[in-house]
């Protein structure tokens, strides 16, 4: 059982006890409902949530993976039912909420969680113009992050996705993926990368810690068919660049020391560090890395999320430049392409940064 399983086991019971005052109180607001009747969704919904995850793991189908997008639509919307129940019951301390008043802001929820679902799946591409050194003519590298393939984003999503870089190839030159290509919510079979395999340019990966969760050898056996070429605490020189790909997890593996990866610098070309976190800039930009590619964060994904993440995470989304005497060293910090857990994004996109990088001499 994947750890991905074990904690979704593990928060059910949790949500569902969210879940059962959160309707109850919903409905009350409307007459309300009996109780036994409100238990009874509770339960499909816990159903809801479990059964998916505990299937998919031996298995991937189609049906399995609409009843998971179905729970993880009511997921995104239930975040937004609580804050409307909040508002509807302070206001109503101080005055009496119409009835009219109380059916708008509930049928707003949906209506969020529909536009958040249709701009996921909308693929922004952001591009970004980088002044570097140690490259004798113009590159363009796609930076790609958190894919989560898994029940949420199958291989229709990966299609999608493989056109969109197979369009961007005829000006770029490289693609690389900074961990979660898969999300840990399904099994992932030898074949279900094969659309990355029709993009003619070359495409890095290097794991992150969703990569773990449905087993890394078959992830690294599915990107191995896939033709990509998999970076796992190594190194690979391609014409100015040297790129080193520090695989993260959570305690699976051992990091790479800062030492290590000193000794994986070349002086003489671009050094180019794809790690999945967006932790240790100042660090990897001390040791001689001019360029650092992580994801993990999403951006927050969705509001309100988005404002703890900008808490949490120093460098939550977007390009950051340190200024150095070598010259300017720069992090890239994508919000992914992929979605987890929740089908939506507010105030996020699913983007496809193309870093431009032109001679600064």
Not at 19 to 44: A, E, M, Q, R, W
Not at 232 to 256: K, T
Not at 267 to 287: A, D, G, M, R, W
Not at 339 to 347: I, L, N, S, T
Request: charged share 20%.
């Amino acid at each position: 059982m994947s750890f991905r399983t074990r904690r979704v086991l593990f928060f059910t019971p949790f949500y569902m006890l969210f879940y059962f005052f959160l309707l109850k109180y919903t409905f009350l607001l409307f007459g309300g409902l009996n109780d036994f009747y409100t238990l009874s969704i509770t339960v499909i919904l816990g159903l809801l949530a479990c059964v998916p995850t505990l299937l998919e793991e031996k298995k991937s189908r189609k049906s399995v993976r609409i009843l998971a997008k179905l729970y993880g639509f009511w997921a995104f919307c239930s975040l937004f039912l609580l804050m409307d129940i909040i508002i509807i019951y302070f206001l109503g301390v101080f005055i009496r909420v119409p009835y009219t008043i109380k059916c708008i802001l509930i049928l707003l929820v949906p209506m969020i969680g529909i536009y958040a679902y249709y701009h996921a799946h909308q693929l922004k591409v952001k591009e970004y113009e980088l002044d570097v050194n140690k490259i004798t003519h113009d590159l363009n590298i796609i930076h790609i992050s958190d894919i989560h393939f898994g029940f949420l984003n199958n291989k229709g999503y990966l299609n999608k996705l493989a056109d969109k870089l197979k369009e961007l190839s005829n000006t770029c030159d490289l693609v690389i993926i900074s961990g979660d290509l898969a999300d840990g919510s399904c099994l992932i079979e030898e074949d279900d990368f094969l659309p990355l395999k029709d993009v003619n340019i070359p495409i890095i990966f290097t794991p992150g810690n969703h990569d773990y969760y449905p087993g890394i050898e078959n992830v690294y056996r599915a990107a191995n068919k896939a033709g990509l070429i998999v970076l796992d605490n190594e190194n690979i020189e391609i014409g100015d660049l040297n790129i080193v790909g520090n695989s993260f997890s959570f305690g699976d593996i051992p990091n790479l020391t800062f030492e290590e990866l000193d000794n994986m610098i070349n002086l003489n070309k671009l050094n180019l560090i794809v790690y999945h976190t967006p932790y240790y800039f100042e660090e990897f930009s001390n040791l001689g890395f001019d360029i650092q590619l992580s994801g993990h964060t999403h951006g927050g994904q969705f509001y309100p999320i988005i404002l703890s993440a900008e808490l949490i995470f120093k460098y939550n989304k977007g390009l950051f430049t340190k200024e150095t005497p070598q010259g300017n060293h720069y992090l890239s910090v994508s919000t992914g392409v992929g979605v987890m857990d929740y089908p939506g994004r507010w105030g996020t996109d699913s983007e496809i940064v193309v870093l431009k990088l032109r001679n600064s001499n």
